[in-house]
């Protein structure tokens, strides 16, 4: 029912806001800025 009204592009943005919250964003800035690289972000990301 949705294929029909969504493009590929609004269904992507919805997926992505919908399993990355706003809240897990954050403190993954965070880490990234404290510890100065994307390693232990992308360690911690999946929780």
Same mark, same amino acid.
């Given at each position: 029912?949705? *294929?029909?009204?969504? $493009?590929?592009?609004?269904?992507?943005?919805?997926?992505? =806001?919908?399993?990355?919250?706003?809240? *897990?964003?954050?403190? $993954?800035?965070?880490?990234?800025?404290?510890?100065?690289? =994307?390693?232990?972000?992308?360690?911690?990301?999946?929780?």
């Amino acid at each position: 029912m949705l *294929a029909g009204k969504w $493009s590929l592009a609004s269904a992507l943005s919805f997926l992505v =806001w919908y399993i990355f919250p706003r809240s *897990a964003r954050r403190p $993954s800035a965070w880490v990234k800025r404290e510890t100065n690289g =994307w390693a232990w972000p992308a360690v911690m990301f999946p929780t």
